[in-house]
């Protein structure tokens, strides 16, 4: 598990609009080009069966993997109010695959656990470059530990970790 004892996670003042990085979109436009142009060589060669499915496909895959989508959001500030060692917050962002995983993972509304986009926060933004940046994706914070990359073991642990902690155990 790659926690640390952080306990001064802050957020001072940042940026008025958050701001998606332009290589959030090197994986969607690859996804959309190779996807498209490997139906367009099915469409020229009459497979049309074969190029249309796979022309929605890339274009399902090149959304899904893009920052265009959204997902479940909380504000970072929100988010701190509410931190302690029995909830998570989950900084994440739309087309990382660790941030994938996990959301797959941990799916639906769960009071125990807060995601927060950082294309969409700048609070988030700023908290997530302090602690290394996009490759530190997704970042749990769970009390006063955080991880950085956090797979779902480490979640998982960390969430036991400050049940007992909550429990005195």
């Known amino acids: 598990m790659a926690a640390s004892d952080d306990s001064d996670v802050s957020t001072g003042p940042a940026a008025d609009h958050p701001r998606t990085p332009v290589t ?4 969607p436009v690859l996804v959309l080009l190779g996807g498209m142009a490997v139906a367009a060589l099915l469409a020229w060669n009459d497979q049309l069966i074969l190029a249309v499915p796979l022309a929605l496909l890339t274009l399902l895959m090149a959304y899904w993997t893009s920052p265009l989508r959204s997902g479940p959001h909380t504000s970072l500030r929100q988010a701190l109010e509410q ?10 962002a739309p087309g990382n695959p660790l941030s994938a995983r996990m959301q797959t993972a941990i799916r639906g509304q769960r009071p125990d656990v807060l995601w927060v986009n950082v294309y969409q926060d700048p609070d988030g933004r700023k908290l997530l470059d302090e602690h290394g940046g996009t490759g530190s994706l997704p ?7 955080v991880a950085r990359a956090a797979t779902v073991g480490d979640l998982l642990d960390m969430q036991e970790a400050g049940r007992k902690r909550a429990t005195g155990g």
Not at 24 to 27: E, K, Q, T, V
Request: hydrophobic share 60%; charged share 25%; aromatic share 10%.
């Open 24 to 27: 959030a979109w090197l994986r």
């Open 139 to 145: 970042l749990v914070i769970v009390g006063r530990d």
């Open 83 to 92: 931190r302690g060692d029995t909830v998570a917050i989950i900084l994440w």
